[in-house]
């Protein structure tokens, strides 16, 4: 099952590296799956709501995602740390750090590193490729 999860981090990673088709949505419905992330009163509901945000992958939601590392069930701040991981936003990188330092949860700590490292590579990349450019 754990290999299973490292390919299919993997690919979320190749694809987000790679896509350039962009799906934009309109601030209502982003605004809806925060609400959602954030105060629905079911667990469960609050976790698949924060999975939803990362795979919408618009960083508009960040500060949502933020704001739910907040809630009291590890699994939901788990899922919210995975989801800013993939909008490999580089904003988002101090208050994983503060995660990876303050939470209870020995799985969240790991799952911010993880995200921190995807994002780090992200940026690295960004600027290799700005490099590569300029030498052109």
Request: charged share 30%; hydrophobic share 40%.
């Amino acid at each position: 099952m754990r290999q299973l999860f490292r390919v299919f981090w993997f690919l979320l990673v190749l694809i987000s590296f790679t896509s350039k088709a962009e799906i934009t949505y309109d601030q209502e419905h982003l605004e809806y799956w925060i609400r959602t992330a954030k105060s629905h009163p079911l667990e469960l509901v609050r976790k698949n709501a924060a999975k939803m945000l990362g795979i919408m992958g618009d960083n508009r939601v960040l500060g949502g995602l933020v704001e739910t590392l907040r809630d009291t069930s590890a699994e939901v701040r788990q899922e919210a740390v995975v989801s800013i991981g993939l909008l490999v936003d580089p904003r988002a990188l101090p208050v994983l750090e503060q995660i990876v330092d303050r939470d209870p949860s020995p799985e969240v700590r790991r799952k911010a590193r993880s995200a921190m490292a995807l994002i780090e590579k992200r940026m690295e990349y960004e600027k290799s490729k700005r490099t590569d450019e300029n030498s052109i």
